[in-house]
């Protein structure tokens, strides 16, 4: 029996960076399309049925969070991974609050997006390793600076000062 290669719907207003993207992934999935802006996303995204859709978040005439906040009001089924220059935890929250399934940095390698792709198609959630571990640390260190600040030495998890 062949399996179906997945399809993917690459959205990005950077051509270049979009045709080196589609080269990247077209040995391992079936590429439906590729548009430049959000519209042209939502437009494409009921005609081509994609699998995954890679999506950046600043795009002209309508973003990427906006765009796919659309396109889940159109009931569109596709796994969606936010590829993006920018590493801020507050994008990747909103990112996974419109609908998205993976967040994966720009400045990362191929391989990881095409590791991305694959988990999201798992039923899985993504971040890039790059975020993620800023992300860890950072709320790692604000639960620790809260503990110290609210807790008393007889409270669960009071840190001694010492520690």
Same mark, same amino acid.
């Given at each position: 029996?062949?399996?179906?290669?997945p399809?993917l719907?690459l959205?990005?207003?950077h051509?270049?960076?979009?045709?080196g993207?589609?080269?990247l992934?077209?040995d391992e999935?079936?590429?439906v399309?590729?548009v430049?802006?959000?519209?042209?996303l939502?437009e494409?995204?009921?005609r081509?049925k994609p699998?995954?859709?890679?999506?950046?978040?600043?795009?002209?005439?309508?973003?990427?969070?906006?765009?796919v906040? %659309?396109?889940?009001k159109? #009931?569109?089924?596709?796994?969606i991974?936010?590829? /993006?220059?920018? *590493?801020?935890?507050?994008l990747?929250?909103e990112?996974?609050?419109?609908g998205g399934?993976g967040?994966?940095?720009?400045?990362?390698a191929?391989e990881?997006?095409i590791a991305g792709?694959r %988990?999201?198609?798992?039923? #899985?959630?993504?971040?890039?390793?790059?975020i993620? /571990?800023?992300? *860890?640390e950072d709320?790692?260190k604000r639960?620790q600076?809260?503990?110290k600040l609210?807790?008393t030495?007889?409270?669960?998890?009071?840190?001694?000062?010492?520690?």
């Amino acid at each position: 029996m062949i399996m179906r290669r997945p399809k993917l719907l690459l959205a990005d207003d950077h051509t270049m960076f979009s045709q080196g993207l589609q080269s990247l992934l077209e040995d391992e999935f079936d590429l439906v399309g590729a548009v430049g802006d959000g519209q042209a996303l939502v437009e494409a995204a009921g005609r081509l049925k994609p699998d995954v859709i890679v999506v950046d978040i600043s795009m002209p005439v309508m973003n990427g969070f906006d765009a796919v906040r %659309q396109l889940k009001k159109e #009931h569109v089924t596709a796994k969606i991974i936010f590829l /993006t220059m920018h *590493a801020d935890d507050r994008l990747l929250a909103e990112a996974f609050r419109c609908g998205g399934s993976g967040y994966v940095l720009k400045q990362s390698a191929g391989e990881e997006l095409i590791a991305g792709i694959r %988990q999201v198609l798992a039923g #899985h959630k993504y971040v890039t390793p790059l975020i993620a /571990t800023e992300w *860890a640390e950072d709320v790692s260190k604000r639960i620790q600076e809260t503990q110290k600040l609210t807790l008393t030495p007889r409270q669960p998890g009071y840190i001694h000062p010492h520690c």
